[in-house]
C-alpha cells in the first residue's frame, strides 16, 4: 500500500526523519518496502501576483496583466479564461524550466511584450487541470519559489501490509501505528456538516434479501451537486497513491476509501429505477456491464447491489455503467456496506475483477465504521461539490457481527513468551493507544476489549504480539537456547525411512509426494470392498474440490495418478515411492486412525537405456526390491504368501507380504480392470507396507562374520513340482532341516515348456555347503544333500528331473 507523508501528518504530528520513521514501521511488522519522494519537475516559478488586467489591442482572447513579484512587476501576456486581478498564481519568469525542458524566454505576443508565463496545473506537472491558469491560496507570498514549497511535495511510503491486517490499509490505520509508536495522539478528522429538512426516508429505501452476505448497509442522499474537478489538495493526495482524479463525486469515495478503508459507491440516483436499494444474489446467466465497459455474464452466488428492477452494482466490487456519476449529475446516493469477506473473494475471482474496494471487502473491513465513513463521504461532498445533504441516513443492520469481548491477559504469560517482564501499567498504555479497552482483571492480568477494526485478535497470544511489536522486538534482550549436554535421540521411524529413502534412491528409485486429499471415487477405481477399511473415508468440510474431498487410505491411487500424468506427458519407464500417512475414519465425533505406510510402483522398460530392450518391469522387481530394503533394515523374518483377494491385483501375480510372522502389506501387478478404468495405458506393478510395522522389526545389531577359511561345495537339483507352488515354500523346507552344513540355496532357473508336463515347471535350486572347521568330503555332503532333498520331496511333492 502506498502511504503519503504529507496525509499522515493530517492525522499524527511526524518529528522522525523519514528512514527512522520507516525503520519503525518495519519492526512493527509494517514492512516499508520502499521511499519515494515527489518534487516539482519545474524550475525558476515563483508566486506572482495580479495586479491589474487589460484587453490585448490585437487579439480578443489575450489579456495584458501586471504582475508583481514582491519587488519588480512584470508584464506577462496571458490567454487564461479564468484569469482575473488580485489572484496569486504561478509565475514562470524568463529563465524558468518547466517539465519537458521548455524554457522560458522574453517574447512579443501579438505585437506586445512578454516577460513571462503565467501556468496550469498542467504545465507545471502537478496536476490534470488545463482549463485555465492555477489560482493559489492567499497564504501563499508574491516572490515565494514554489519549487521548494511543501504544497508540491511529498514523500510515499510503499508499506507491505499483511493479510491479517486489514486495519492497516487506510491512512489513518498507518497514523494509528505511528501514533502508538512515536507516543503521539492521533487525530481523527472533525465530521460536521448541515443537513436539509427533507428526509431520506421519504425519497429511498434500502431492502437487503441476503444478509448472510451483507449484514450491514447505510446509505445518505446528497442532491444539487455540481460535478467538476476536486479541490487541489484532494488530488494530491490521491495521484500521490496512484489514484486518478476523475470529479469531485467519483474522488471523495476514493479519498475517504483511502482515508478510513472504507469503500464506498456514488450512485447517480435518478438512473435508480424505483429510487431504491435492493441487495440480492445475481440470477444465473444474468448480464451486467461494469465501469470498465465490459459485459460480465455472472452465476448465481454473485452478490449485487441493485435498484427496484436491475443490477447496478457488483457488491464490494464495482459499479455500473448504468448508474455511473456523470457531468450532469445533480443527485448522488452514497453507499456505505460492510459485506461478507468470503463472497467478495469469490466474485471477484471468478468475474476477473480485483479492485482496491474488492482488496479491502475480502480482508474485512470495520463493521462499525460504516456510517461514519458515510458521514465523512457526504461531509466532503458538500464542501467540493456545494451538496445538500438530506435528513438523516438509512442504516440496514438485520445481522449483528460484534459481541464485545474480554480477552484475559495475564503478565505471567507475557513474560513466559517474550522473556522479559513487562509492567501492567506499561502493557495497559501500549494496548489503549491501540485504542483497545482495557480493564484490571484478577491476579495480575488484564481484561482488553479489541477495537471493531482488529478482526484479527481474538486470543492472548494475538494480545501478547501486539505488545512486542509497540514495546519493540529490538528492546526484547537476545539470549542463548539452551542446548542439552545429552546427544540427540533420534526416532526410528525417522532413521527407518533415511534409510529406506538410501535403498530405494540407490536402485533407481525417485521420491514422490502425493496430496493426502483423493477423490471418493478411488474406491471404485480401485474394486475395493464394501464394507472395507478403504471405503471409511474421512470427509473434508471445506473441500477445494470433489477431487479432493476426502483423506486417503492407501497410496497406491495416488501413485497409479503420478504414473498416468507421467504417462500422458510422455515418460513411460517409471520407478517411484513414497512414504506417509493414510487416514481411516473411525467415525463423526471420532479421529481417525493415521497410519505411516510405505509404498512404490514400477512400471515400463527395465532397461530403457539399452538398445531394443524388451523387458518390463514386473511383480519380481519390486520383490527384489522388498527384498534388499529387508536385508539392510535387519528384517530376517519376511514372507511373501501368494494371495488373490486384493481386488486392486492381478489374481495369481499378487501376494501378502508378512513379517514376523504379522501382516505387513502387499505386492503384485495392478488388476487389468483397474489399468482400463483408470486408462493408465500399460501394466504396473506396486507394494504397500505398514511402516510402523517395518520399523518396530528393524534391527541396528550388526553382527560381522568372518572370511571362509575352507572351500564351499555346491550341488544343483532340479525338481517337477506344480506350477501354483512357490519356491519358498520349497527353501523354506530346505531350511526347517537346519543342517549346520547347509550354507545358503539360490533358485537359478525356472523352467516351463517343452519335456515339463501341463500345470507344471522346474526349480532349479542350487545348494551351498561349507564347514568352519574343515575341507568336506564328499560322503559328508551327500549324507547332508540326501537328507535335504528328500525333505523338499515331501513336503512338495515334487519330483527330481531326468529321474
Excluded at 510503499?158 to 490499509?169: A, F, I, K, M
Excluded at 509508536?181 to 441476503?210: A, C, Q
Aim: glycine fraction near 8%.
Amino acid at each position: 500500500m502506498l502511504v503519503s507523508l504529507k496525509w499522515l501528518r493530517d492525522y499524527v504530528d511526524i518529528e522522525l526523519p523519514v528512514q527512522e520513521l520507516a525503520d519503525k514501521l518495519t519492526m512493527a511488522g509494517l514492512e516499508v518496502d520502499s521511499i519515494n519522494e515527489i518534487r516539482p519537475e519545474f524550475s525558476g516559478v515563483i508566486v506572482g501576483k495580479i495586479i491589474s488586467l487589460l484587453p490585448h489591442p490585437d487579439a480578443d482572447k489575450l489579456h495584458l496583466c501586471e504582475v508583481s513579484t514582491g519587488s519588480e512587476v512584470l508584464p506577462i501576456v496571458c490567454g487564461a479564461p479564468n484569469v482575473a486581478a488580485g489572484q496569486k498564481v504561478p509565475l514562470a519568469r524568463v529563465g524558468a524550466v518547466l517539465p519537458g525542458g521548455y524554457r522560458i524566454k522574453s517574447s512579443k505576443i501579438r505585437g506586445v511584450q512578454s516577460e513571462g508565463m503565467l501556468c496550469s496545473e498542467e504545465e507545471l506537472g502537478i496536476g490534470s487541470d488545463n482549463t485555465g491558469i492555477m489560482v493559489l491560496p492567499e497564504e501563499f507570498k508574491p516572490g515565494e519559489d514554489l519549487s521548494i514549497s511543501e504544497q508540491f511535495q511529498d514523500v510515499v511510503l510503499e508499506v507491505g501490509v499483511t493479510p491479517n491486517r486489514s486495519d492497516c490499509l487506510s491512512i489513518i490505520g498507518i497514523a494509528r501505528e505511528i501514533a502508538a509508536l512515536t507516543g503521539k495522539t492521533l487525530r481523527y478528522p472533525e465530521i460536521s456538516f448541515t443537513e436539509t429538512d427533507e428526509d431520506i426516508n421519504d425519497i429511498t429505501s434500502v431492502k437487503i434479501l441476503d444478509p448472510d452476505l451483507c449484514p450491514r448497509y447505510s446509505a445518505r442522499l446528497v442532491k444539487n451537486i455540481k460535478i467538476g474537478p476536486s479541490p487541489l489538495w484532494m488530488r494530491q493526495r490521491l495521484e500521490a497513491l496512484g489514484l486518478r482524479s476523475i470529479n469531485n463525486a467519483v474522488d471523495v469515495t476514493n479519498f475517504v476509501m483511502m482515508e478510513f478503508g472504507q469503500p464506498l459507491h456514488a450512485f447517480d440516483f435518478r438512473y435508480l429505477e424505483e429510487g431504491r436499494i435492493v441487495v440480492r444474489k445475481s440470477t444465473e446467466n444474468e448480464e451486467f456491464i461494469s465501469l470498465d465497459g465490459k459485459s460480465r455474464i455472472l452465476s448465481a452466488n454473485n452478490l449485487m447491489i441493485c435498484d427496484g428492477r436491475k443490477p447496478v452494482a457488483v457488491a464490494g466490487i464495482m459499479g455500473g455503467l448504468n448508474s455511473e456519476v456523470q457531468d450532469d449529475t445533480e443527485t448522488v446516493l452514497l453507499e456505505s456496506a460492510y459485506f461478507d469477506p468470503s463472497s467478495i473473494r469469490r466474485s471477484s475471482k471468478q468475474l476477473g475483477m480485483s479492485t482496491d474496494a474488492a482488496f479491502r471487502f475480502e480482508r474485512g473491513i470495520d463493521p462499525d465504521g460504516v456510517v461514519r465513513a458515510l458521514d465523512r463521504a457526504a461531509q466532503l461532498l458538500a464542501e467540493t461539490a456545494q451538496g445538500k445533504i438530506c435528513k438523516g441516513h438509512i442504516d440496514e443492520y438485520p445481522r449483528k457481527l460484534l459481541t464485545p469481548v474480554n480477552i484475559p491477559l495475564r503478565s505471567a504469560r507475557i513474560e513466559e513468551i517474550l522473556g522479559i517482564k513487562i509492567s501492567l501499567f506499561e502493557t495497559k498504555s501500549i494496548l489503549e493507544k491501540l485504542e483497545m479497552i482495557v480493564k484490571d482483571g484478577e491476579k495480575a492480568s488484564l481484561l482488553v476489549n479489541p477495537p471493531s477494526f482488529r478482526t484479527d485478535i481474538y486470543r492472548e497470544i494475538d494480545l501478547i504480539e501486539e505488545v512486542a511489536r509497540i514495546h519493540g522486538y529490538g528492546n526484547i534482550p537476545e539470549t542463548q537456547p539452551y542446548i542439552s549436554e545429552k546427544p540427540e535421540t533420534r526416532d526410528l521411524k525417522m532413521i527407518v525411512g533415511e534409510k529406506t529413502r538410501t535403498v530405494f534412491l540407490g536402485n533407481g528409485y525417485t521420491e514422490v509426494i502425493n496430496y493426502s486429499f483423493i477423490s471418493p471415487e478411488s474406491a471404485d477405481l480401485l474394486n475395493l470392498e464394501p464394507d472395507g477399511e478403504g471405503r471409511r473415508f474421512v470427509k473434508i468440510i471445506n473441500p477445494l474440490t470433489e477431487d479432493q474431498s476426502v483423506m486417503r487410505t492407501n497410496l497406491i491411487f495416488g501413485l497409479l495418478g503420478t504414473m498416468k500424468r507421467n504417462v500422458f506427458s510422455g515418460s513411460e519407464n517409471l520407478k517411484i515411492f513414497e512414504q506417509g500417512k493414510i487416514f481411516i475414519g473411525r467415525g463423526q465425533d471420532e479421529l481417525p486412525i493415521e497410519k505411516q505406510r510405505l509404498a512404490a510402483l514400477a512400471s515400463g522398460a527395465r532397461y530403457s537405456d539399452f538398445w531394443r530392450a524388451t523387458e518390463s518391469l514386473d511383480f519380481y522387481d519390486l520383490k527384489g526390491l522388498l527384498e534388499s530394503l529387508f536385508e539392510n533394515l535387519k528384517v530376517r523374518e519376511a514372507a511373501f504368501i501368494a494371495s488373490g483377494s486384493i481386488p486392486f491385483l492381478h489374481p495369481g501375480r499378487a501376494a501378502e507380504i508378512f513379517v514376523n510372522g504379522r501382516a505387513a502389506g502387499f505386492i503384485g501387478d495392478i488388476h487389468p480392470d483397474v489399468i482400463e478404468k483408470m486408462d493408465l495405458k500399460r501394466k504396473a506393478a506396486v507394494f504397500e507396507l505398514d511402516a510402523g510395522l517395518i520399523a518396530s522389526a528393524f534391527s541396528e545389531e550388526i553382527k560381522f562374520k568372518g572370511i571362509p577359511r575352507f572351500p564351499a561345495v555346491t550341488r544343483d537339483v532340479a525338481f517337477i513340482l506344480k506350477s501354483d507352488i512357490e519356491a519358498a515354500r520349497a527353501i523354506e523346507a530346505a531350511n526347517v532341516q537346519h543342517q549346520d552344513l547347509l550354507d545358503k540355496i539360490e533358485v537359478f532357473d525356472i523352467y516351463t515348456g517343452k519335456n515339463i508336463p501341463e500345470g507344471a515347471k522346474s526349480l532349479a535350486l542350487r545348494f551351498t555347503y561349507r564347514s568352519a572347521e574343515r575341507t568336506l568330503t564328499d560322503d559328508e555332503v551327500n549324507k547332508v544333500h540326501g537328507a535335504i532333498v528328500k525333505a523338499v520331496l515331501e513336503a512338495t511333492s515334487a519330483k527330481i528331473r531326468g529321474e
